[in-house]
């Protein structure tokens, strides 16, 4: 019943930016975490940003970035549409990955429980 929607991805070259979206689609009560995942080839995915709910940690909310991405990409969340977004700067060719949508969520029509989902995946590539 609930999916996540990613879109974004494209060709880039080093240092140029781009932005990832993601909406969580369905029958959706509320949300906790949302965040993104990345897997290069040969590699194991990781956690690249993740950011939990105002309602839990204050208006600001609590992000994390993975190091090898701190300063260059920014995670923030918009409630009122259920969309997470990634937005990357100075992007390097090691940065090229598949890129996952994750969020923690409850839906509607489920148990009342907290269950994790994961979009499709979208193709990030830097490159000369």
């Known amino acids: 019943q609930v999916q996540l929607v990613e879109s974004g991805g494209a060709l880039v070259q080093p240092g140029e930016s781009l932005r990832l979206s993601c909406v969580a689609e369905?029958?959706?009560?509320?949300?906790?975490?949302m965040g993104w995942y990345r897997q290069a080839p040969g590699k194991e995915r990781e956690l690249v940003a993740s950011?939990?709910?105002?309602?839990?940690?204050?208006?600001?909310?609590?992000?994390k970035y993975a190091d090898s991405v701190k300063g260059r990409f920014t995670i923030s969340r918009d409630d009122a549409k259920n969309m997470v977004y990634l937005q990357m700067d100075s992007l390097k060719p090691e940065d090229t990955a598949v890129y996952y949508c994750?969020?923690?969520?409850?839906?509607?029509?489920?148990?009342?429980?907290?269950?994790?989902?994961w979009g499709q995946g979208t193709q990030v590539t830097v490159s000369t």
């Open positions: 994750n969020a923690d969520l409850k839906s509607l029509t489920g148990w009342g429980i907290w269950t994790e989902y």
């Open positions: 369905g029958p959706i009560g509320s949300i906790r975490t």
């Open positions: 950011v939990s709910s105002s309602k839990v940690y204050g208006s600001s909310g609590s992000s």
